[in-house]
């Protein structure tokens, strides 16, 4: 019979996938913070179509957004705190939705994720429909493809635990408090998502700076390049934005 297991057998047993919005740094104010569908107009034009707006109402819409200084930091804290496999594995995209498709493939069993949001799933059904970035880790535990989800909320999320509890009274759904963490996961792969229909573009540098702060070589795929330059709008330009 074997003695007891090693604090280091321990943390391999807890292999997890790391997923990270980039939406976790993102304050923003309460009346820009909505529910959108993923398409190539969410990512940009809607982003034009509301600085127009704003601007018409007199108000600077990249104002009403402030990144947290706690994104250059982030990449050292969860080192600290967590542990990394060898070979581990980053991809990089800009829905959340790959996250169910790199959980399935490996069936580690954990996911911790950083978000603003749960992705538990919205509303009265949202485990029935398609895997997407709302979804998707409600679906990975309805699919029985994950033992456990461990969420570790933005400061900034107008999200509650008790928003979920017809999921999390289902399924092993932990919220967590990222400062007070233990160092119990071995992390085999990274998740890193930019969510552009709620972080704007203006930001992209940054993000992708975030991206390289990781040190690992990332997989980065269906994440396109933004382009944000208001100044030079056409007014052909602001029309179709406006139309958006």
């Excluded at 930091?73 to 581990?88: L, N």
């Excluded at 799933?121 to 979804?135: I, K, M, Q, R, T």
Aim: glycine content about 6%; charged content about 25%.
């Amino acid at each position: 019979m074997r003695g007891k297991i090693s604090w280091r057998e321990v943390v391999e047993l807890e292999r997890c996938l790391l997923s990270v919005d980039w939406d976790y740094f993102i304050d923003t104010d309460k009346e820009n913070w909505g529910s959108y569908l993923e398409s190539g107009r969410s990512l940009l034009d809607l982003w034009y179509k509301r600085y127009l707006e704003a601007q018409a109402a007199g108000r600077d819409l990249t104002e009403s957004f402030r990144l947290s200084p706690g994104w250059n930091v982030f990449w050292r804290k969860i080192r600290r705190q967590f542990s990394f496999a060898r070979g581990v594995r980053a991809y990089v995209t800009d829905s959340h939705a790959l996250s169910y498709d790199i959980a399935r493939k490996h069936r580690w069993g954990v996911v911790c994720l950083f978000d603003a949001h749960a992705d538990l799933g919205y509303g009265p059904g949202a485990l029935d429909f398609e895997v997407n970035c709302s979804n998707w880790l409600g679906r990975l535990l309805k699919d029985g493809l994950i033992q456990r989800a461990h969420i570790f909320y933005s400061p900034y999320t107008r999200e509650k635990p008790e928003h979920f509890r017809s999921v999390t009274g289902r399924y092993n759904v932990r919220f967590e408090d990222f400062s007070s963490q233990s160092r119990t996961f071995t992390v085999a792969a990274v998740h890193i998502c930019r969510s552009g229909a709620w972080t704007p573009p203006w930001l992209d540098e940054k993000f992708f700076r975030f991206v390289r702060a990781l040190g690992i070589p990332c997989a980065v795929t269906d994440c396109p390049e933004r382009k944000w330059d208001p100044a030079h709008m056409t007014l052909s330009d602001q029309i179709r934005y406006l139309l958006a």
